[in-house]
Structure formats: C-alpha cells, structure tokens
C-alpha cells in the first residue's frame, strides 16, 4: 500500500513514522525529521495535493490538519477518485464551528456543559453576569478556529467579560470570534478518545490524556497541548463503551440523518464530571499530541484500518500493545504567545531504546536544524510501565538543547 500523508507537524510525524513501518508512506510538505519522501507541497494547496496524487497515485490519502479538512480538501480528492481519510468540509464543521458542534449536541442529546451562543457582546456580556449571579464560571469560546487558544476558562466575572472584549470586540482572532459559545464551567478530568469511523460503523483507537496548560499543575493559558500519555488509569473499559454510546454513536446518527459522510477520525473532547461524562468539543482529526502517544501503543494494522475507514469498507480493529506511551512537547520561548527567535535545536544523534523524538515546528536552514513554530518537537517514549516511559521521555527532554526551551514536568503525573 502506497499512503501519502498531508501535513507536517508532530501528529503528521507520528503517523508517518507508523505508517513506515506498514507500507510506502509519502508526506507533504513534511519535516527535516521525518524518514520517508517529502514533497514540496503545502498543506492548503489543494490543486498542489492532487497533482501530487495525479502523479504518485497512492492508495490512502491521510489529511492530517483540521485546516484543509474545513477547506474541503477531503471532497476535492473524493471527486478525484482518491480515497481521503477525513470528512469532507461539511463533517468538518463540527471542528470548525463550536456554535455549529453545541447545536449539535442538544440535537442529538449528547452530554454536554449548558451554553449560549451569542454573536452580539452584549447579550454575551448579559449571559456571563447572569451565569456569575447563578454561582457558576463560565468559559468563553470563541466558535472558529484560534488554534487552540480561543478558549478561556474565567474564574471571575472579569476574566469572562474581557474575553469577550479580545474575541468580540478587538477580534483577536478575526472572524473565529465573530460568534462566542458562553458556557457553563465543568468540573472533572479530562480525557480523549479518537474514534475511526465510516457508514459502517466506528472503531475507537487507546485512550490518551492531554495536558491543555502551558505550565505545571494545569496553571497558565490554553495552548494547542503540551503532552500526552496513554493508557490512562482512570478511563476504564466500562466508561470508554459508556462514551461511544452517549457521544460518539449519536453524533454519527445526527450525521447521517443530515446527509453527512464521515470517513476520518472523530476526536471527542471529554470531561468525566461528578455527573457522568460531558462532550466539551469534537475534532475530526486525529489529536495533537494525543497521536504521538497512541501510535506507540498499536500494533499492525493502522493503515488498513484508515484504508478502510476511508473507502467506506468496515473498519478493522488495530491490535493495541500492552505498553504505555508518554509525549512530552518541547515549546518555544513565549509560547503560546508570539514566538520571536528562531533557536538552533541540538538533539542527541542517538536515543535510548523506546523513545522517538517526531518534529513540530522546525527547519533546516544552512545545515542547522532551527525552531520555527511554537510547539517544537515531541519527545515520545514508549516502556513497559507509566513509570519507566515518562522516566524515559524525561531523561531524553533534558538532553535536548535550544534556547529559551520549555516544557511540562508534570506530564504523566
Ligand atoms: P475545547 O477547545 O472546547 O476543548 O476547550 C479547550 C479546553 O478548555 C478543554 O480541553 C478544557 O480544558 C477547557 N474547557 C472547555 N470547555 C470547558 C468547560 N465547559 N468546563 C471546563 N473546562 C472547559
Ligand atoms: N490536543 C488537542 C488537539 O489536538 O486539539
């Protein structure tokens, strides 16, 4: 099998480092540390990606980012003949517009925090000091897409009010905060389950836990996600069927009964609260940096199972290994904010057993290897215990070198 992976970051990483060991893999654009054929192709060039499918006629298309997804690029390979794995952009918007995905949820009686959708501040401004005066916290969204960061969870009334202030009023984040959800605060642990699935039915890959906050003990702004690890503890066999009862299997049905195909990854954003588990978003593709945990943890299989997924055939299931993975993200300096130096990145030429170190946000310029993005490279480790696999992808973190490096000590703990 012949799989051309669309994207470049740490989950694009992952997947191709998976998929290598299964089939011929191909990526577009790429990244320096990736060990396969990288085409000059953007992501967003969507004319680029299918004459690059015109010319190496692959067998799976794997689009990695939400960007093209919502772009439609999934419905333009389709047209094409190309099996995509992703929805098309009208299964897309339930990643794209969280006033579209809530909706969704009351439709189809998915578990969710109570919220209201407002595209005029002041009745946004109006539901937050009712929510206060009631007792609860809310958390502000902003409905489009602000890479992570468009959500802020408001202990006081202030905080909200000037959320609303950066997305409604200076658009912060343009028209992503055009429209805000105001949302009841949860109470809970977080968790999330990646789900494949097709016409025929869905197949939910390991559990992984994200750490959402740039700093340890879960303190500091949102970012897109600072670590990962898998299996969790908590999330039992019982609760995980529970969830696809009550999130995944009814926001299927409400698909279908639109008239939407979904052929891709369902990423269910959870909390489990001391009533029961809420739905807090949905993603349609796979999560970052959930992925680079879960590959560690599957054994053969993954291609076949996206291959499959994305032809409409019924989806198999991947074997999953009895190990456990720990990801640790290495930023940037400034992070999540704006980054504003490009350090030259050092990484150890060879790694301890078990780990593999998937690139983000770097470049090669002149020979060196430099950091461009916010979210730099992710340390992966995979061990027999929770315990050894986070020593590991901490032992390895510490010998990576660029200035003004941060992460999390607290990943796994
Ligand atoms: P979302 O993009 O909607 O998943 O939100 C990003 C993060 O914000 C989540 O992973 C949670 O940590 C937090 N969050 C979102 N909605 C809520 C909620 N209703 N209650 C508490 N925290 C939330
Ligand atoms: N880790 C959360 C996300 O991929 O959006």
């Known amino acids: 099998m012949r799989v051309l992976v669309v994207g470049s970051g740490g989950r694009e990483h992952a997947?191709?480092?998976?998929?290598?060991?299964?089939?011929?893999?191909h990526v577009a654009p790429g990244n320096p540390g990736m060990l396969c054929e990288c085409h000059p192709v953007q992501a967003d060039d969507h004319a680029g990606v299918l004459w690059l499918c015109s010319q190496l006629l692959p067998d799976l298309v794997v689009i990695g980012p939400e960007g093209p997804l919502v772009a439609g690029l999934a419905d333009l390979l389709?047209?094409?003949?190309?099996?995509?794995?992703?929805?098309?952009?009208?299964?897309?918007?339930?990643?794209?517009?969280?006033?579209?995905?809530k909706e969704l949820m009351s439709a189809a009686g998915v578990p969710t925090a109570k919220s209201l959708t407002c595209t005029n501040p002041s009745f946004a401004i109006d539901e937050v000091r009712r929510m206060f005066a009631e007792g609860h916290q809310v958390v502000v969204k902003a409905s489009g897409n602000a890479l992570g960061k468009g959500v802020v969870v408001c202990e006081t009334e202030?905080?909200?009010?000037?959320?609303?202030?950066?997305?409604?009023?200076?658009?912060?984040?343009g028209e992503a905060g055009e429209t805000v959800v105001i949302e009841e605060r949860l109470i809970g642990r977080e968790f999330s389950l990646l789900t494949l699935c097709n016409e025929t039915g869905y197949h939910s890959l390991p559990v992984a836990q994200d750490y959402k906050r740039?700093?340890?003990?879960?303190?500091?702004?949102?970012?897109?996600?600072?670590?990962?690890?898998?299996?969790?503890?908590?999330?039992?066999?019982?609760?995980?069927?529970?969830?696809?009862?009550?999130v995944v299997a009814p926001t299927l049905q409400f698909l279908r009964n639109q008239i939407i195909q979904f052929r891709g990854v369902l990423f269910s954003?959870?909390?489990?609260?001391?009533?029961?588990?809420?739905?807090?978003?949905?993603?349609v593709r796979?999560?970052?940096?959930?992925?680079?945990?879960?590959?560690?943890?599957?054994?053969?299989?993954?291609?076949?199972?996206?291959?499959?997924?994305?032809?409409?055939?019924?989806?198999?299931?991947?074997?999953?290994?009895?190990n456990h993975a720990v990801t640790v993200v290495l930023a940037n300096a400034g992070y999540p904010g704006a980054i504003t130096s490009n350090p030259e990145i050092s990484?150890?030429?060879?790694?301890?057993?078990?780990?593999?170190?998937?690139?983000?946000?770097?470049?090669?310029?002149?020979?060196?290897?430099?950091?461009?993005?916010?979210?730099?490279?992710?340390?992966?480790?995979?061990?027999?215990?929770?315990?050894?696999?986070?020593?590991?992808?901490?032992?390895?973190?510490?010998?990576?070198?660029f200035e003004g490096v941060q992460f999390r000590n607290d990943i796994g703990r």
């Open 15 to 25: 997947l191709v480092w998976k998929f290598a060991q299964e089939c011929e893999v």
């Open 158 to 173: 202030d905080e909200a009010l000037e959320a609303i202030q950066t997305m409604m009023v200076k658009r912060q984040f």
């Open 269 to 283: 954003g959870l909390m489990l609260t001391s009533d029961g588990v809420k739905c807090l978003e949905y993603n």
């Open 78 to 101: 389709r047209a094409n003949n190309f099996p995509a794995f992703g929805p098309g952009a009208k299964g897309a918007k339930l990643e794209a517009s969280k006033a579209f995905s």
């Open 214 to 246: 740039i700093f340890d003990g879960d303190q500091g702004p949102n970012t897109g996600g600072m670590g990962s690890y898998s299996p969790v503890s908590w999330v039992s066999e019982e609760l995980i069927r529970e969830t696809e009862e009550l």
């Open 347 to 401: 990484i150890p030429t060879s790694l301890p057993e078990g780990v593999e170190v998937f690139q983000a946000g770097t470049k090669v310029v002149d020979g060196k290897l430099i950091a461009t993005g916010g979210r730099v490279l992710n340390v992966s480790a995979a061990g027999a215990t929770l315990e050894e696999s986070k020593t590991l992808a901490y032992k390895t973190a510490e010998l990576i070198r």
């Open 286 to 322: 796979f999560g970052d940096p959930e992925t680079q945990s879960v590959v560690r943890r599957l054994g053969t299989g993954l291609a076949d199972a996206l291959l499959a997924t994305a032809t409409g055939e019924q989806i198999p299931p991947v074997p999953i290994l009895d």
